[in-house]
Nanobody, 121 residues
Framework: QVQLVESGGGLVQVGGSLRLSCAAS????????MGWYRQNQGTEREMVAF???????NYLDSVRGRFTISRDDAKKMVYLQMNSLKPEDTGVYYC???????????????WGQGTQVTVSS
């Protein structure tokens, strides 16, 4: 069984910073991609930042230059440093990890439970 546990969300004022962390644990044979998505009520979940094992990170246009994604494969963790936060960054942020539980098995998406980020003006 695989678990993703997120931390670091909260309430911050405009222009402030937050750092999200996500730890993957359980029966993990390999990790392909790791990233962060966000969702607000009534809207679709959107990709904020994603880093594939062999490609450079990809960012949502509106966060590029303000957010930085990083991963630590040894610890099976992914981070999202969020600077210069804006009210439109508010939402529930979900950790996403593409992994497999067996060598040679299929790559599967796993999701964290979500952490609330609220940017107040």
């Amino acid at each position: 069984q695989v678990q993703l546990v997120e931390s670091g969300g909260g309430l911050v004022q405009v222009g402030g910073s937050l750092r999200l962390s996500c730890a993957a644990s359980g029966n993990i044979a390999g990790i392909n991609g790791m990233g962060w998505y966000r969702q607000n009520q009534g809207t679709e979940r959107e990709m904020v930042a994603f880093v594939h094992t062999i490609f450079p990170p990809n960012y949502l246009d509106s966060v590029r230059g303000r957010f930085t994604i990083s991963r630590d494969d040894a610890k099976k963790m992914v981070y999202l440093q969020m600077n210069s936060l804006k009210p439109e960054d508010t939402g529930v942020y979900y950790c996403n990890v593409v992994l497999r539980t067996d060598i040679g098995g299929i790559w599967t998406d796993y999701w964290g439970q979500g952490t609330q980020v609220t940017v107040s003006s």
